[in-house]
């Protein structure tokens, strides 16, 4: 049976960000907010996380809603993440749609959020992290204000793979060339010294935008590290283009599969 939606669903919008925080984040291209979900709801995500991280029938190498990192200790493949993970649950598309996240994102832009994309990562023990890079792709349809929300299930930490951020490298904009694929930045695109972890506990947000870079180590504890990663666009740029993102992403991954041989890939 699937868990009822956290009670935040329904709870007024929380107050705008402060002057100073905007300021912030216009600087440095990060913001944490912290213990804006309180411990009885983060329970409650996290029994949704290890009920989904249980369906064994979604959990395949040709569905192509499932991520996967290699083990830093035995070099073996393991299942990492869902992209998308809220049509799999209605718990976490209220956390994905709740008003205290949705106000942040939309007093960044002065205007409402529209989500865009979500997935649950849940860099389970050994999991590899993620080289540096930016979140934006040049596809045409891609926004330029997207953003993503990060909301800690579990603790991010520097054993556990906490994301780490290079501040004020976002106002250079995109780094990569405008070719529609997927890029890793090479380290000398930024300052290595200027690296901030974004150390959260249960229930604090981390944001960041799409231009921003960012990488994180492996998880070197004994426990998972399970973020939700939702992100958002202007409503000016783009609307409601949730669905129509995922259409042009599964194309995408498809034929990226397709280059490589595999091409009994589906979506389930």
């Given at each position: 049976?699937?868990?009822?939606a956290?009670?935040?669903?329904?709870?007024?919008?929380?107050?705008?960000?402060?002057?100073?925080?905007?300021r912030?984040?216009?600087a440095?291209?990060?913001?944490?907010?912290?213990?804006?979900?309180?411990?009885?709801?983060?329970?409650?995500?996290?029994?949704?996380?290890?009920?989904?991280?249980?369906?064994s029938?979604?959990i395949?190498?040709?569905?192509?809603?499932?991520?996967?990192?290699?083990?830093?200790?035995?070099?073996?493949?393991?299942?990492?993440?869902f992209?998308?993970?809220?049509?799999?649950?209605?718990?976490?598309?209220?956390?994905?749609?709740?008003?205290?996240?949705?106000?942040?994102?939309?007093?960044?832009?002065?205007?409402?959020?529209?989500?865009?994309?979500?997935?649950?990562?849940?860099?389970?023990?050994?999991?590899?992290?993620?080289?540096?890079?930016?979140?934006?792709?040049?596809?045409?349809?891609?926004?330029t204000?997207?953003?993503?929300?990060?909301?800690?299930?579990d603790?991010?930490?520097?054993?556990?793979?906490?994301?780490?951020?290079?501040?004020?490298?976002?106002?250079?904009?995109?780094?990569?060339?405008?070719?529609?694929?997927?890029h890793?930045?090479?380290?000398?695109?930024?300052?290595?010294?200027?690296?901030?972890?974004?150390?959260?506990?249960?229930?604090?947000?981390?944001?960041?935008?799409?231009?921003?870079?960012h990488?994180?180590?492996?998880?070197?504890?004994?426990?998972?590290?399970?973020?939700?990663?939702?992100?958002?666009?202007?409503?000016?740029?783009?609307?409601?283009?949730r669905?129509?993102?995922?259409?042009?992403?599964?194309?995408?991954?498809?034929?990226?599969?397709?280059?490589?041989?595999?091409?009994?890939?589906?979506?389930?």
């Amino acid at each position: 049976m699937q868990h009822p939606a956290p009670a935040s669903a329904s709870a007024p919008c929380a107050p705008a960000l402060s002057a100073a925080q905007l300021r912030q984040y216009r600087a440095d291209g990060y913001l944490t907010v912290r213990g804006v979900f309180p411990e009885s709801e983060i329970a409650v995500l996290a029994a949704e996380a290890e009920r989904l991280g249980a369906r064994s029938e979604l959990i395949d190498a040709n569905n192509i809603r499932c991520r996967w990192r290699d083990d830093v200790r035995t070099g073996a493949c393991r299942f990492d993440c869902f992209d998308p993970v809220i049509d799999l649950s209605a718990t976490f598309a209220a956390a994905a749609r709740d008003p205290r996240i949705l106000s942040i994102a939309a007093a960044l832009y002065g205007e409402p959020a529209c989500l865009f994309k979500d997935k649950l990562i849940y860099k389970r023990p050994g999991n590899l992290g993620y080289a540096l890079h930016q979140d934006y792709i040049a596809w045409p349809s891609f926004p330029t204000s997207f953003v993503t929300v990060v909301l800690a299930i579990d603790a991010a930490t520097d054993d556990n793979g906490a994301t780490e951020v290079f501040p004020g490298h976002h106002q250079r904009g995109y780094l990569s060339p405008r070719d529609g694929q997927y890029h890793e930045l090479p380290l000398a695109a930024v300052d290595p010294a200027t690296g901030v972890l974004l150390r959260l506990q249960p229930g604090d947000l981390a944001v960041f935008g799409c231009y921003t870079p960012h990488r994180s180590a492996p998880n070197r504890s004994a426990s998972s590290r399970r973020l939700l990663y939702a992100s958002y666009n202007a409503l000016s740029d783009g609307g409601d283009s949730r669905t129509a993102h995922y259409q042009e992403f599964h194309r995408w991954l498809k034929d990226k599969y397709a280059e490589h041989g595999k091409t009994s890939t589906y979506f389930r």
